[in-house]
C-alpha cells in the first residue's frame, strides 16, 4: 500500500480537526469558573454539580432515557414481528409495497413527520406529553429495526426450520428456538439503532411534546435559545464521555465477536 | 413457511403502517385543503405560489443545494484518503463519533465560536481585523449545516470506495491514463451510487432544516422545514403547513427518484 502523502494527511487532520474541535470547545469551557465561552478564568466543576442538583434537568434525563428504552423496546418487538411476517409474504409485488412503505418515515424529513404526528395525536385525541413522545419515537423506529432484522431472515437457511418441524417442534417452539436465536444479532442491532435515534431525536419531538414533558434534545434547545449556559457545556461533556465509552465497548465487543468466528472457522 | 400461522406477526406492524405512515400522509393532505376555520378550500395552495412562499422555496433549494455541494467537497477526499489508511475502520469510526453527539449540543458549540467575542473573533483580531457579527449570517448557517452532514456524507462513499476492487484502477493507469482521467472515467463512475446516497441523506434534511436556522442563522434564513415549523407552532395555521409539508414530500419524492440508485444502498 501506498504511503499516504503529506497533503493528504494535512487534510485529514484538517477534518478531524473541524469535526472535533466544537465539541471539545464545549468541553474546555464546561471547567470554566467564568460565566462565558470566551474567557477562561479558572478550572471548575461547579457546573457538573450544578447538573447533578437541579432536579428539573434530571428527571428531563430520566424520561429521555425511559423514553428511549421504552421505545426502543416496543419498536423492537413490533419490527422484529413485521419482519419474519414481510419473509413469509410470497407475493412480490405484495411484498415491495410493504417493504416501500417501511421506508416512508425513513428518508421523510423530520419536520414533516413531527407535523403529522401532531396533527394525528390531536384527532385520536391522546394527549401530548410522555404518551405522544413514546408512540412517535416507537413509531420512527419500528422501520429501522425492520431494516436491520430482514437481511439476517433472508440469509436464514429454509431447512432448518423445515427440520425443526419434521422434528415435531411446534409453530411457538419454531419461533422462540430456531428463528429468533438465529436472528438476535439483527434484532439486538435493530435495538441498539432505535435507541440512537430516539436519544437522538429533536424535530419530531418538539412537535408532539407538550408543556409539561420535555427531552434533553428539546430541553437544550431552549436552553441555547435564551444563550449560553455553561450547564450545556457540562451537559456536552457527559455526553461526549458516554458517548466514547459507548464506542469502545462496541468496538471491542466487536473485535471480541469477531475473534471469535474466525477461531470458530478454523 | 406455514402462511397461516406466519401471517399472524404482521397484524401489529400493519397496524403501525397503518397509523403512522398511510394515516399521517392522508391527514397531512387532507389539512392541507382546510383553512384556519375549517372549511374546504384551495387558498393554500394558490398561496403558495405567491412570490413570497416561492422566493422562500427557491432560497430554501438554494442553501439545501449549497449545503450538499460543499459536504460533498470536503466529505469525497475524506472518505478517499480514509480508504488509503491503515486501521481504516477505526479511523472511519472516528469520523462516526461526533455524530453521534447530540445535533443540538453541536449547533450550540457555534453560538460561542462564531459569536462576537468567540475564538474566530479572537482570530481575526489577532490579524488586525474588527470583529464581523458571523452569528447570524448565511455563512454560518451553511457552515454548521455543512458541519453536521459531512459524517453521513462519508460513510456511504466510503464503502463504496471500500467496496471498489483496486485492480480496476491499476488496469486504467496501465492503459496510460492520468490520475484524473481514472478518478473521473473509473473511480466516480463506480462510486456514483455513494454520491448519490450522500446527497439523499444531505439535500432532504437540509430543505427542511429549522433548529440550526433558528439558533445559527436568526431569521435570516428560512427554510420550507422552518416554515412548516412557523405555522404549525407559532401560526398555529395547520392548513397552511400542511400545505407547505405536501410540497415538501414532492420535493423529497422527486429527490429520490433523481438519485435512485441501482443497487439498494442504505440509509448511512
Redesign the interface.
Known amino acids: 500500500?501506498?504511503k499516504?502523502s503529506a497533503t493528504?494527511k494535512a487534510?485529514?487532520v484538517f477534518?478531524?480537526a473541524?469535526?472535533?474541535?466544537?465539541?471539545l470547545?464545549?468541553i474546555f469551557?464546561s471547567f470554566n469558573s467564568g460565566g462565558?465561552?470566551?474567557n477562561f478564568e479558572s478550572f471548575t466543576l461547579e457546573h457538573y454539580q450544578a447538573v447533578f442538583e437541579d432536579s428539573r434537568l434530571i428527571v428531563i434525563l430520566i424520561n429521555t432515557v425511559i423514553v428511549a428504552l421504552l421505545s426502543g423496546l416496543i419498536a423492537t418487538?413490533?419490527?422484529t414481528?413485521?419482519a419474519?411476517?414481510?419473509?413469509?409474504?410470497?407475493d412480490k409485488k405484495m411484498r415491495n409495497t410493504?417493504l416501500s412503505?417501511?421506508n416512508?418515515?425513513?428518508?421523510?424529513?423530520?419536520?414533516?413527520?413531527g407535523?403529522?404526528?401532531?396533527?394525528?395525536f390531536t384527532?385520536i385525541g391522546v394527549k401530548l406529553g410522555f404518551a405522544s413522545v413514546l408512540v412517535s419515537h416507537v413509531?420512527f423506529s419500528?422501520p429501522i429495526v425492520?431494516?436491520m432484522v430482514l437481511p439476517k431472515l433472508l440469509e436464514m437457511n429454509?431447512s432448518l426450520?423445515d427440520a425443526a418441524r419434521d422434528l415435531g417442534a411446534t409453530?411457538r417452539d419454531i419461533l422462540t428456538r430456531v428463528i429468533l436465536p438465529y436472528i438476535s444479532p439483527g434484532i439486538f442491532a435493530g435495538f441498539f439503532m432505535a435507541l440512537?435515534y430516539s436519544?437522538?431525536d429533536?424535530?419530531v419531538t418538539?412537535?408532539v411534546t407538550g408543556n409539561g414533558f420535555s427531552t434533553?434534545?428539546v430541553e437544550?434547545?431552549s436552553m441555547?435559545?435564551a444563550g449560553?449556559s455553561l450547564t450545556?457545556n457540562a451537559?456536552?461533556g457527559l455526553?461526549?464521555a458516554i458517548?466514547?465509552l459507548v464506542?469502545i465497548g462496541y468496538?471491542f465487543i466487536n473485535q471480541k465477536a469477531k475473534s471469535a468466528t474466525s477461531e470458530g472457522q478454523r | 413457511?406455514?402462511?397461516k400461522?406466519?401471517?399472524?406477526?404482521?397484524?401489529?406492524?400493519?397496524f403501525?403502517?397503518l397509523?403512522?405512515?398511510?394515516?399521517?400522509?392522508a391527514?397531512?393532505l387532507y389539512?392541507s385543503l382546510l383553512d384556519l376555520n375549517g372549511n374546504f378550500t384551495l387558498a393554500n395552495y394558490v398561496k403558495f405560489f405567491t412570490p413570497v412562499y416561492l422566493k422562500m422555496t427557491l432560497s430554501s433549494f438554494w442553501y439545501a443545494f449549497l449545503i450538499t455541494v460543499f459536504t460533498l467537497i470536503?466529505a469525497y477526499?475524506?472518505a478517499y484518503?480514509?480508504t488509503?489508511?491503515?486501521h481504516k475502520k477505526?479511523?472511519l469510526?472516528?469520523?462516526i463519533?461526533?455524530s453521534?453527539?447530540?445535533?443540538?449540543?453541536?449547533?450550540?458549540?457555534?453560538?460561542?465560536?462564531f459569536?462576537l467575542?468567540?475564538?474566530i473573533n479572537?482570530l481575526i483580531e489577532v490579524f488586525g481585523f474588527n470583529p464581523k457579527q458571523i452569528l447570524f449570517t448565511d455563512f454560518s448557517f451553511v457552515f454548521v449545516s455543512v458541519?453536521i452532514f459531512?459524517?453521513f456524507m462519508i460513510i456511504p462513499i466510503f464503502n463504496s470506495l471500500d467496496k471498489m476492487n483496486p485492480s480496476l484502477v491499476f488496469a486504467a493507469r496501465d492503459l496510460g491514463a492520468s490520475a484524473w482521467t481514472t478518478f473521473r472515467r473509473v473511480v466516480f463512475p463506480l462510486t456514483i451510487d455513494g454520491v448519490k446516497a450522500g446527497i439523499?441523506v444531505t439535500f432532504?434534511?437540509a430543505?427542511?432544516l429549522?433548529?440550526i436556522t433558528?439558533?445559527i442563522a436568526g431569521n435570516q434564513v428560512i427554510t420550507?422545514?422552518t416554515a412548516?415549523?412557523q405555522q404549525?407552532?407559532v401560526s398555529q395555521n395547520?392548513g397552511m403547513?400542511?400545505t407547505i409539508?405536501v410540497f415538501?414530500?414532492v420535493f423529497?419524492v422527486l429527490t429520490?427518484l433523481v438519485t435512485k440508485q441501482n443497487s439498494k444502498g442504505?440509509?448511512a
Request: charged content about 10%; hydrophobic content about 60%; aromatic content about 16%.
Open positions: 500500500m501506498k499516504l493528504s487534510y485529514l477534518v478531524f473541524v469535526l472535533y474541535a466544537p465539541i470547545y464545549l469551557y462565558n465561552m470566551n418487538v413490533i419490527g414481528l413485521g419474519i411476517g414481510i419473509v413469509s409474504i410470497k410493504i412503505l417501511n416512508v418515515l425513513i428518508v421523510s424529513p423530520d419536520v414533516v413527520i407535523a403529522s404526528f401532531l396533527i394525528l384527532m413509531a419500528v425492520v431494516l429454509t426450520i409453530k440512537t436519544l437522538d429533536f424535530a418538539f412537535f434533553l434534545s437544550i434547545y441555547a435559545r449560553i450545556v451537559i456536552s455526553v461526549f458517548t466514547v464506542v468496538y | 413457511m406455514n402462511s400461522a406466519a401471517k399472524t406477526p404482521l397484524i401489529p406492524y400493519l403501525w403502517i397509523l403512522f405512515v398511510i394515516a399521517p400522509i391527514l397531512i389539512y470536503f477526499p475524506t484518503l480514509l488509503k489508511t491503515k477505526l479511523w469510526m472516528l469520523i463519533i461526533p453521534w453527539i447530540n445535533l443540538l449540543l453541536k449547533t450550540y458549540a457555534f453560538i460561542g465560536i459569536g467575542y468567540g475564538p479572537a458541519y459531512i459524517p439523499q432532504i434534511p430543505l427542511s429549522f433548529m433558528r439558533l420550507l422545514g412548516i415549523e404549525f407552532l395547520w403547513g400542511s409539508a415538501l414530500i423529497m429520490m442504505g440509509r
